[in-house]
């Protein structure tokens, strides 16, 4: 260890004093969890507003929100479910500010475009007559993915298979069912 030279007076020079080190508190469980959900939050943003710095902007945002409203002990989905009303929510915000309208005005129109439902039970039919002309996976895929809302993820878990495969599934059932005349 080497000593501190002396000032010009000849004192000796103070020392630095010792850092003092600080323990931070230990992240939450739901906290790691809404941690690796924030991915997922970006990339809703993103598609949302198509720029970067504001899908970046915009996730903080939701962190900052969020994060110190966790409960402990919450489910993950539940956990997942907040972190994406958290992002309606400020992308709601920063809609209202870009256009220039409050977000009730939002709302409105938002609920105004909202369609209500089939008239009548032709399109189901039609649906179920399409889905019925098709294979049993590809059916199987169709009906996880789009009438369930499972990820390409959790369809592949449903279908003990890879993500890949389903994707492909997936591709070739549209193309099956484009194809099935539901007239007939």
């Known amino acids: 260890m080497t000593?501190?030279?002396?000032?010009?007076d000849g004192s000796a020079a103070p020392?630095?004093?010792?850092a003092e080190v600080v323990e931070l508190p230990s992240a939450t469980r739901a906290t790691d969890i809404a941690l690796d959900e924030l991915e997922l939050v970006y990339a809703f943003i993103y598609a949302r507003v198509g720029n970067r710095a504001d899908a970046e902007d915009l996730t903080q945002q939701v962190a900052l929100k969020a994060f110190p409203r966790l409960r402990e002990g919450a489910p993950p989905s539940a956990i997942r479910g907040y972190l994406f009303a958290t992002a309606r929510s400020v992308l709601g915000a920063f809609w209202s500010t870009r256009l220039g309208l409050s977000t009730a005005e939002l709302h409105e129109d938002l609920a105004l475009a909202v369609p209500q439902g089939p008239t009548s039970d032709e399109p189901v039919e039609r649906a179920g007559r399409i889905l019925a002309g098709?294979?049993?996976?590809?059916?199987?895929?169709?009906?996880?993915r789009f009438l369930h809302g499972y990820s390409l993820k959790e369809v592949a878990a449903e279908m003990r298979s890879t993500v890949g495969a389903v994707k492909v599934m997936q591709?070739?059932?549209?193309?099956?069912?484009a194809k099935v005349d539901p007239d007939a």
Do not use: G, H, K, W
């Not at 000593?3 to 010009?8: E, I, V």
């Not at 098709?134 to 996880?144: A, C, F």
């Open 134 to 144: 098709l294979s049993d996976n590809y059916r199987r895929v169709l009906e996880l």
């Open 171 to 177: 591709l070739r059932a549209l193309r099956a069912a």
């Open 15 to 18: 020392s630095e004093p010792e």
């Open 3 to 8: 000593s501190d030279p002396p000032l010009p």
